[in-house]
């Protein structure tokens, strides 16, 4: 009487720190809140160190664990990979797994070089062909306010978009005398905020306008270069602080993208905005069920950003919760990313965002730091058409 | 390897709609984000109509299924009873739970008339002395924001409180045409905004400030009197539509409290506002993760009233979740309320919201309705000191 | 060249402290903001300290100077008399200028009894047959955001009016050691709180719905019973602190009221939320340009309060001022009552509020302490339908 | 007895549109508000169109009018000439002025050119030797939020500035409709968006921080490039619809601008952030009385931005005003502009913002038009330490 959700497919997740428990906590209750073709069980955690994996498993609800993720990709009852480890590790196990068959959902940023993520794109696309799926774990797109958004913006309730303001701002390195992490290390972590926050606006900016960055000019900063590496000795800081760039998009709209860790009080300030010719969008994760959106077409005196609770009924992903007021939170958005996924699976279609989407915001994080690094000059986004990839006034 | 959180215990849910479904999601993962000293079991689901309820077990994942509440009261495997009907039938369930020696968690109101209320609070310190733990649903004490301000003013930040005002609005009757449910009729619910919505913002108060209300006066009323009962007749509302009340507190705090279906565009703006000498605080369920404080010891050019987002380290429940900034939703309260109950019955404690504090807002709800009837004049609440208990004039 | 505006109409004003000193801005400017068909001239400055009288005059622009006021209202250069004293001379004042055939403005409350209001307002009803005007300074009223608001519910864009609550907070005597002043002597001031900042919300939530206040259950407090006078010695404070009620209006909808100057942390916070049943309307003083509205009609997923920004051209009294976005203050709310006193004398017709509007203030008022005085009893407001002047219940 | 604030200075204003009316203002009522050293008279009023400037110098109070604004520098009754016109005639009045040892207001930017800023600055130099005083009316700094926000910078409460992000954000160009106005064409207004509000918001980010910019890297757009000019004819807009740019400052921050007149929904957003190592700050002029301060040494559980209103005793320029939450506006900020202009003529001072600093500002919009016409090249800012003038990477 247990079982909901179809047929059962069993996950094999890689890595339990942070995303690791959170993706758990998805694939326990997505078939509890949602109709899945498929029905996950929870088979087998990876990790490197026995004793912290077995502890892990055991809280999150894993039926076995695997100190090899070689191991845990063969296993029988693993029939998805969900890679929540650092980048440098993610095309090997992603393009290991999709080739052995198995599904994968793979954490953002997708790589840690534009190499890597293309070898992953080919992977994925070769994998399609033979009905394996894969999507990166861009999980903002499943705010159901991002998602409310970019179904206006899709509709054409926008209009043109002329310009678009993102920023991502933390404040947990502020403090001069916080420790070193593996995020902050550029043969772990790839880049700093950059590829950790700024990764999810490019997305999330190129997700809600449904259009491509052709080419930024950048400006990437280390506040703090070394830091304590917790035996006593100072580490150093090898990836950027804070990254800022200016963009064009394919449409003609200009924009602003900022990701930083040394914003202080802000904690989680994902913010987009967007102006139409029509409307206006406005979003800050830190009040994460409010959508803010300025239809142009009120009459001026009765105009006004709205603040849209996100809980409709009509609003995407609320038909599994609660009623109207009643808001969500983080993890929620990982509960359906996975919802997406394993429609996607259970209909044979190749769900969004691709491991292609994430060699997209890969080459715009490459373009970023190249621009960084040549005086903020200039710089085409490789993919997308040369008409657009133009700077600088008329 | 998948248990954690220690011995095992079942749970018997008895209804499987809104308020089942919230708290099943608490009882599957309340082990998976906390050190529980008991793991939880989805034992049995208890509901009248077999197919209903067999679909609903299914998809939150129960073992069984009991069609007579006795029954699951009854079986072996169950330890703990969640009681989420409604209020008529709670004194029954409730009572003949606890003398079967089973644990109860009881929805709020915790009864629609103070009578049964007082039974089942009497049922309740008699369980007690066997180790037979009681609880009320009052989940609002669980978001993060309201246990941190009840914090703060139990420390004596807040100073003496001078003012309190809270109001909760929804505005799912603001249609005239929104058909009957059981919530109107008065039989089933025993009252209408008072009991539903008016029953937590008084348990809230009482519960931050660490006060009780004395006296109230009141006004009720009902704006639409006649509703489609979807059979084509129209069934008759035979509750409050509303309810507004001034009242007093122990500590001579005067206040305001609202509760209304009616307020067109409010979706669930469970608000709370205190004024205290030292500090005040204000809090809408709208924008869950925040709390707004206002320091009085703050130099006056640089006052204001902070948005403190409780997503930090050192707010309850946070240890189990996300980083800082990554919110929490309506359901996490119900997961920190089932820890909070799980963790009463390990330490052999009494956990709060006991059936007594139930019992006191009952008795609230009561002199409101007194008053409402006999021309808002001033009703004493049973049980608080006389003293206290005076209006008007100064 | 200097001219403008017409005519010119001597101003005589008594009183030159806060209201004094912001009605002499008005006077000052009126002319050269907005096309009056009047010229004001600042003809003479009335006070009792002759010394600080001049000084008053010189500083805010004044000819001349009246130590005694009836001697200010018999000046032949004085057309119009504006009354900015305490409630205690405010009838003996108004009710002389009118028999002397001048125009008067009169500081709310109106008076500081319903008897001094009665014949004030039969002098304002006598003197309006011989062309003399007079109205009360409810200066909320022209505050762009709330004329805006009466304008949206008069063309029923908020259909039938089911809530109000309406608050107006201030801080200034939380600390128990502030000192006493005249607003604190019930012989000066007539009331704290209820009169002060009160009758402004009574006035503001009759005008923004059209509809009368019908009954009311009211609770007053001082918290703080004697201050320091400031000659080393105890004052004892004589009026209420805080005033609270519950009410309903003409049409039906329920109301509730509070006026403190004890909410810690809230500097003016002049509050009203309107719920109907087709829009909402909600407005807070303290960010005085912004108008949240929420229109019923917008699609459920599109709906939500919006932030106007009543700024735009269309808006009432903005065509004086600046572009969109560039927002008023406080003493402008001033400079369009003016505006609208003379355009009223001009046009030969009667200004709102007038008198009578200020008796009907006044009358809830004296409700408000009766009912406070009487165990918070049901007290319906003289004047008013007693159909709708019941209480509680259905 | 009219008269207050000492010896009279009469005030020739040359310009009779927007800035002219609010600049008639401010001199109209400085002395009324503030003890000023001396008495502003409103003697003369320039402008080419006889009959337009003889109606608004009737409708602002001045008492002569003249064609030539050299008429008006050269009359013995102007002490003070007040620049109001638009870019391209200020060097030649200003320079004019100061050389006839008159003082000199001169609006913002400063100049159309970096070339007649220098020249502006260096015979403002020269005049400051004979006891001639010149002042930008940057008036953006005369906000008392943004005065407070410095002088807590200056006081160190910040710690050191890591990020400035700036935005000026109108909407009236949105209707790709609007017609054409001087403001489009560069040969008036020097550029578009770029001087009107970068300008703003390059100089209240040097101000508030005590920094100046070393370096920017821009990107500049025109969305509408032909507008209709009111003759039935297409007018060539030849400005900046929109400019962005990064920067770094002197100190070491990295920062963000964007001004643009195509944000729909957002009048007048003129917003700055800047996060420090102690401290951040935040502001909105939509919201103009408020500041929002983050103290980074609150405790972690009780941090957050306060919403501090800037209205009271201690704050900058509320002394002349009124109680604690009673808002000012925009005009306030030109009175208070004055206040400062005229207590340095006063005390024999030099005021800020000097010539110097709008040349300083000039400096930066002339890098930004450099860097994007130069694929957003780095570009230095002339006159500031080549050390710091560097950009991307570490």
Redesign the interface.
């Known amino acids: ?4 959700g179809g047929e059962r497919i069993g996950v094999g997740l890689v890595g339990h720190a ?1 995303m690791g428990a ?1 993706h ?2 998805a694939w ?2 997505v078939h ?2 949602f109709d899945t073709p498929l029905t996950p069980v ?1 088979a087998a955690l990876g990790g490197r160190d026995e004793a912290k994996t ?1 502890a892990a ?9 695997e100190t090899d993720w070689r191991d845990l990709v063969a296993r029988d009852d693993v029939g998805l990979v969900d890679v929540c480890t650092p980048g440098d590790s993610h095309a090997a196990i992603a393009i290991a797994a999709l080739e052995a068959g198995k599904h994968v959902l793979c954490e953002k940023p997708l790589a840690n070089t534009v190499e890597e993520a293309e070898r992953m794109a080919v992977a994925a696309r070769a994998a399609a062909t033979r009905g394996v799926r894969s999507m990166v774990a861009f999980n903002y797109r499943r705010v159901p306010a991002l998602a ?1 958004a970019r179904k ?1 913006v899709g509709d054409g309730a926008l209009g043109e978009v ?2 678009v ?1 993102a ?1 991502y701002l ?3 390195l ?1 403090d ?1 005398a916080a420790p070193m992490t593996w995020r902050l290390r550029k043969d772990k972590a790839g880049s700093g905020a950059l590829g950790d926050l700024g990764a999810h606006i490019v997305d999330a900016a190129q997700f809600v306008t449904g259009e491509l960055i052709t080419g930024v ?7 703090v ?1 070394h830091r304590p590496d917790g035996n006593g000795a100072q580490g150093e800081v090898t990836v ?1 602080d ?1 990254a ?3 963009a ?1 998009f394919t449409g ?1 709209a ?3 993208f ?1 990701a ?1 860790r ?8 994902m913010r987009l905005e967007i ?6 969008m406005a979003f800050d ?7 803010w ?4 077409a ?1 009459p ?10 996100v ?5 995407r992903y609320l038909e599994g ?12 958005t990982f509960t359906h990313e996975v919802a997406d996924f394993l429609a996607a699976i259970g209909a044979g279609t190749d769900p969004a965002p691709s491991f292609d989407d994430g060699l997209r915001v890969q080459r715009v994080l490459h373009a970023v730091e190249t ?8 710089t085409p986004v490789a993919g997308t058409t040369a008409s657009t990839a133009t ?4």
């Open positions: 009487m247990s079982s909901a942070f959170v758990s906590h326990r209750n509890r809140i929870l077995k498993a055991a809280k999150y609800g894993f039926a076995a664990v409310h206006l002329r310009h303001r920023t933390q404040d947990w502020s001069a000019s950048a400006l990437t900063n280390t506040f270069k950027d804070t800022l760039f200016l064009r003609g200009v924009a602003s900022e930083t040394y914003a202080l009080g802000r904690k989680n300030a102006n139409g010719t029509k409307a206006s994760f830190e009040s994460m069920n409010e959508l959106w300025h239809d142009g009120d001026g005196t009765e105009a006004g950003f709205r603040r849209i609770l809980t409709e009924p009509g609003h919760w609660w009623p109207p007021g009643h808001g969500l939170g983080y993890d929620h621009s960084a690094a040549d005086e903020a000059r200039w700077a600088g006034g008329r």
